[in-house]
């Protein structure tokens, strides 16, 4: 794994511009905060609070309209050869390429590091085993299920070995029982091999089954709250969901902003 | 079955073709059969043989043409947006244009020989061809393109694993619609301007009435464009075997 490095969020803000109407969007409000190494942390928020435009900056993909997103110091925008094979995400949809096998999927991101090609299927081929997908390899996306093919897009984002790993509402298209056990080993996976986790969805109680740390996101993104779970066990479920509704309420935030 | 189907069919086909040369539509209708035997006296002579290579050196010429600069060209289209906006005016022109107009002119500039047949295939088929691939770079998923540009692609990269791959079934959809107007351009050429092969075989046949060597020939075209055709679908269904 390369080595993770701190996420410093400072002062960011994002405004679009529509482009059918030319009405400016504000997509993100202000955001201040700091991921340090190795935390998994949950991003909560309502459908629409800008999470994704979060990402998308945090990835490279988009510049902020002010201030800052900085990774070990470095600005990802732009910097596609700095940042290649640091961060990599799980996408809300899988994200495959119908025209390529299970296991050719996988190698994509290790075509970009320019591994050598040997390397670059047998680091493929292990971490599909890893996620179960052993007997798949050559099977294409079509030929797999929901759950089969977000699997191939973990062991993607996994193979390339990155100090970050971004899950975008990855699994909230899966069904119960998948979406759990893909989740937690997405989780486990992440610690495991000691990388900053970041993972977004829409519901609270997902968050709290997550990690060490929830930032609670408003429409159009602000820091609504920002809990820490260390110290509390798996059970106190409902504890945690009144802390944080205690939180909000200190800071006069309407709780219902998180149905 | 499906063979059984089309055997059927073809028998139907047959039946009815006979049947329109016994009914006199014209007298100079040839039945099947002499349609036939026509076709094999021709192809044993030598004579289609011969009227074919010189036919499919144009074709060649034309319709690889058409390839080498229309996908290419479609493709810069696609990825270079402003060159898409303005080049797609001509092309829908040249689409909407009934081609053949555009014969004499090609004889103006090209004089009558086997190139400005070449030239009139390459208009046919080039807008088709060049269009398609055009069709499949701007259908392309845009959330793929942002996942490879996550993983650190660079431009030459997400080219040739993303823009390419996605837009590979409309390119290779183009060169089929391109090669069925290329032999349309082809017999048209031939027929209106330059006495060169299997246009010419028709022409001398109509003139001299012999009108079931007309008809063979006309038979004999449809089986090679046919042919052309089932080996690119070969190609396609090779190609694209990951959409099974």
Avoid at chain 1, 1 to 20: D, H
Avoid at chain 2, 15 to 23: G, I, K, N, Q, T
Avoid at chain 2, 44 to 61: E, F, H, I, P, V
Avoid at chain 2, 214 to 227: I, R
Wanted: proline share 5%.
């Amino acid at each position: 794994m390369s080595a993770p490095a701190p996420i410093e969020v400072a002062g960011l803000r994002k405004v679009y511009r529509q482009t059918t109407t030319g009405e400016a969007v504000t997509a993100i409000q202000q955001l201040d905060f700091r991921i340090e190494p190795g935390e998994v942390v949950a991003i909560v928020g309502q459908t629409g609070c800008g999470k994704s435009t979060f990402f998308d900056i945090l990835i490279g993909l988009e510049a902020p309209t002010a201030g800052s997103i900085e990774i070990g110091g470095r600005t990802p925008y732009g910097d596609f050869d700095g940042f290649r094979g640091r961060i990599a995400t799980v996408f809300q949809q899988d994200r495959l390429l119908p025209w390529r096998s299970a296991l050719d999927n996988v190698r994509l991101g290790l075509e970009m590091l320019g591994l050598p090609e040997a390397q670059q299927v047998e680091r493929s081929r292990e971490w599909l085993a890893r996620l179960g997908l052993g007997d798949f390899l050559q099977a294409y996306p079509h030929e797999l299920s929901g759950g089969m093919r977000q699997r191939v897009a973990i062991a993607r984002a996994f193979a390339v070995q990155p100090g970050i790993l971004l899950a975008d509402e990855a699994f909230g298209h899966l069904d119960e029982v998948t979406a759990s056990q893909l989740r937690d080993e997405f989780v486990g996976l992440a610690r495991a091999n000691g990388a900053t986790a970041v993972l977004i969805t829409h519901q609270l109680e997902e968050a709290i089954g997550i990690g060490n740390r929830i930032l609670v996101f408003g429409k159009p993104a602000t820091l609504l709250a920002d809990v820490r779970l260390d110290g509390y066990g798996a059970d106190d479920t409902a504890l945690l969901r009144e802390a944080i509704q205690a939180t909000l309420q200190t800071n006069r935030i309407d709780p219902r902003l998180l149905q | 079955m499906v063979i059984a189907l089309r055997t059927a069919s073809l028998v139907v086909f047959l039946l009815l073709w006979e049947w329109a040369a016994r009914v006199p539509i014209s007298f100079n209708f040839p039945t099947p059969w002499a349609t036939f035997t026509a076709l094999i006296e021709l192809v044993w002579s030598g004579a289609l043989l011969q009227a074919s290579l010189t036919s499919l050196q144009s074709l060649a010429l034309g319709f690889g043409a058409a390839v080498l600069l229309g996908v290419p060209f479609g493709l810069v289209m696609g990825v270079v947006r402003p060159i898409g906006r303005v080049a797609r005016i001509y092309l829908d022109l040249l689409i909407a244009l009934p081609t053949a107009a555009l014969i004499p002119l090609v004889i103006l500039s090209f004089g009558i020989s086997i190139l400005s047949s070449a030239v009139i295939v390459f208009v046919f088929c080039a807008p088709f061809v060049t269009m398609n691939a055009y069709g499949g770079v701007r259908d392309m998923r845009p959330r793929l393109v942002e996942m490879a540009r996550s993983f650190g692609a660079s431009w030459g990269q997400l080219f040739a694993r993303i823009v390419l791959p996605s837009a590979l079934p409309m390119i290779l959809a183009g060169l089929r619609l391109g090669l069925s107007r290329a032999f349309l351009g082809l017999i048209v050429a031939e027929l209106l301007l330059s006495p060169f092969g299997l246009g010419r075989l028709i022409m001398d046949s109509r003139s001299m009435f012999e009108h079931d060597r007309m008809f063979a020939t006309v038979l004999w075209t449809l089986l090679l464009s046919g042919a052309a055709l089932a080996g690119l679908a070969r190609l396609e269904g090779r190609l694209l075997r990951w959409r099974m």
